[in-house]
C-alpha cells in the first residue's frame, strides 16, 4: 500500500466526498485538506495507540493509519490465527483434551486457573482462548493440532501468507512470545478473514462463559469490555497484552451501518486500547453527521 494511501484519512468515507492533502505525518491530516461536501471534516481522533489502522470494508477506504506497515509484536492478538487453522484442521469440537504441564508456560501470562490434569472439549478451549485469552487454552490447542506444536505453527505461518499478511510471523500459539510479530495491515487481513468463520465470530464476543472442571464449574468473562456494551455491534475481537507488545485491542464492529475493521497496537494504558476505540467511533459519526447535514443543506 503506498504512502499516500496510508496519511489518508477518510478517504472515501463517504462517495460524496472530495479528498485533496498534502504530504504530512503518518497518522495525522490538516483538516484544511480533507472536505465532505464543501465542508472541513471532523477533527482527525487523538488516539494513544503506538500504531494503528481503520479500515471501512464496507466501501474498501482506510480511514486511518499510524505506522500501519510496522510489524510489531502482538501478544494475543497470536490466538485469533491459532484459532483459525485449529478450525480448519476439522478436528472435533468435543473431543477431550486434557491440560498439561507442558501448557504451563513460564513467566509473566503464565497462570491460569486450568491446572494440569484439567479435561475439556476443544470447543471449550476454543472459547476460553478467545473470550477470556486463555493461554493454556491455546497452547492445548496447538499441542493437540494434528502433526503437533510445530505442525500449528508451520499452518499459522501458511495462513498468513495465504492471507497475504507479509509482514506476519509466528513462533507458538499463545502470543506470550514477542516474536509473534505482524503490522497493523496485517493484522485486517486476519481480523476480516477471522470474522467469517462462526465459531470464531460467537466465542470472541460472548461476554460470559461457564466450564465444568471436576465437580465445580468455572466462569470466565470477556477481557474485552466492549461486547458487553448494547451500543456496540461488535462481530469479532481479541484483546492482548505482553510487555513488549503494551496494551492491543482488534476487532470487527459496525459503526453507521459500515463494516469497520479497528487495530490498535501499544496503547499506553490499561483502558486506553477500550477509549481509542471509542474514539474511532466518535470521530466517524461526527463526520457522518457533519456530511449528512451539508448533503442536506445543498440539496
Known amino acids: 500500500m503506498n504512502q499516500g494511501l496510508r496519511t489518508s484519512v ?5 462517495l460524496a466526498a472530495s479528498v485533496s492533502h498534502a504530504a504530512i505525518p503518518d497518522g495525522t491530516v490538516d483538516p484544511a485538506h480533507i472536505k465532505y461536501a464543501g465542508r472541513a471534516s471532523a477533527a482527525v481522533p487523538a488516539l494513544r495507540s503506538s500504531a494503528a489502522f481503520v479500515l471501512d470494508t464496507t466501501h474498501s477506504s482506510v480511514l486511518y493509519s499510524r505506522r500501519s506497515d510496522v510489524a510489531v509484536p502482538i501478544a494475543s492478538i497470536t490466538k485469533l490465527m491459532t484459532a483459525l487453522v485449529v478450525l480448519e484442521a476439522a478436528q472435533p469440537l468435543d473431543e477431550l483434551i486434557e491440560v498439561t504441564a507442558e501448557d504451563r508456560g513460564h513467566g509473566r501470562g503464565s497462570a491460569s486457573r486450568l491446572a494440569p490434569g484439567t479435561t475439556l472439549t476443544r470447543g471449550d478451549l476454543l472459547h476460553l482462548a478467545l473470550m477470556a485469552s486463555e493461554n493454556r487454552a491455546a497452547h492445548a490447542l496447538g499441542r493437540s493440532f494434528p502433526g503437533g506444536l510445530d505442525a500449528c505453527v508451520g499452518a499459522m505461518n501458511a495462513k498468513a501468507r495465504e492471507l497475504g499478511m507479509t509482514s506476519a510471523r509466528f513462533v507458538e500459539p499463545t502470543g506470550r512470545s514477542d516474536e509473534n510479530v505482524a503490522s497493523p ?30 465437580r465445580r464449574m468455572m466462569s470466565y468473562r470477556n477481557t474485552d469490555s466492549l461486547v458487553s456494551r448494547p451500543d456496540w455491534k461488535i462481530e469479532v475481537q481479541k484483546t492482548g497484552y505482553i510487555s513488549r507488545a503494551g496494551r492491543c485491542l482488534v476487532m470487527q464492529t459496525v459503526i453507521e451501518d459500515r463494516t469497520v475493521v479497528i487495530v490498535l497496537l501499544n496503547s499506553f494504558g490499561k483502558r486506553t486500547r477500550v477509549a481509542d476505540a471509542r474514539r474511532v467511533r466518535k470521530w466517524m459519526e461526527a463526520t457522518l453527521v457533519t456530511h449528512e447535514a451539508s448533503a442536506a443543506t445543498s440539496t
Open 185 to 214: 495491515e496485517d493484522l485486517s487481513k486476519l481480523v476480516m478473514a477471522a470474522a467469517k468463520i462462526p465459531e470464531i465470530r460467537e466465542y470472541s464476543t460472548d461476554t460470559y462463559y461457564e466450564v465444568r472442571v471436576g
Open 10 to 14: 477518510l478517504a472515501g468515507l463517504l
